[in-house]
């Protein structure tokens, strides 16, 4: 009787045992689906928190920055342009360094040559101050008249002013006298850095249209 009593005792444990640890795995389980569950939670809310960040005017945005506003938007409406494509130029040019400097003398921040800056200051009826290249003011107002030249030279088109800046107006002209590079509509630009150039203008235009309206945008909720 005492064994028998003994044993059962030992079956009863044996049961609650495995009880307990049935217990201990479910619950195991659904901590688990309780973190995953969580871990989703917490990812949807990152994206949903990057995804109207995207949406809001990222002024400073590492990829796209808008610095020297004061002195672009100055240049801007004095010689009647889109800030968006003067950031674009900019940016392109030698992204918002002010004493950049390219392997064949171009300066600042849009880079000019001495010689380009030269004409564009007796085009101004101004002398050339050579002192003063690097200064953000100094710098964008050249870059900035000529912009507004080559648009107004060729009735507006961003592709043809963008490729004559990097190229010379020279250059554009004569591609589009040469039937082999100009169609009568399209315009095939024979410099491999001329085409890329023009590229990655359009590109930070069209980014930097869409940065300034989600601004706007912003501004109005």
């Known amino acids: 009787m005492h064994m028998g009593a003994e044993n059962m005792a030992k079956k009863a444990a044996k049961r609650k045992n495995t009880r307990k640890n049935t217990g201990n795995r479910k619950n195991g389980g659904r901590n688990g689906l309780w973190i995953i569950f969580a871990g989703c939670c917490i990812a949807l809310a990152l994206a949903l928190a990057f995804a ?5 005017p990222l002024r400073r945005h590492f990829s796209y920055p808008m610095e020297y506003e004061t002195e672009v938007l100055s240049a801007c409406e004095k010689y009647d342009l889109d800030p968006c494509l003067v950031f674009a130029v900019i940016r392109t040019e030698s992204f ?36 003063r290249i690097f200064e953000p003011d100094y710098n964008i107002d050249l870059g900035c008249w000529l912009l507004s030249f080559l648009l107004e030279k060729y009735n507006g088109d961003v592709e043809l002013a963008a490729a004559a800046y990097n190229a010379g107006h020279g250059a554009v002209n004569r591609w589009l006298d040469d039937p082999k590079y100009y169609d009568g509509k399209n315009l095939t630009i024979p410099y491999e850095e001329t085409e890329n150039y023009v590229k990655k203008v359009k ?11 989600s601004e706007h945008e912003a501004g109005r909720e």
């Not at 109207?52 to 809001?56: E, I, T």
């Not at 930070?204 to 309206?213: C, D, G, H, S, V």
């Open 52 to 56: 109207a960040m995207l949406q809001k």
């Open 96 to 131: 918002f360094t002010p004493d950049a400097v390219s392997g064949a003398g171009a300066q600042g921040l849009m880079q000019i040559m001495p010689e380009t800056g030269e004409w564009i200051a007796w085009r101004q009826g101004k002398e050339y101050d050579e002192s």
């Open 203 to 213: 590109d930070a235009y069209e980014k930097y249209q869409f940065l300034r309206e």
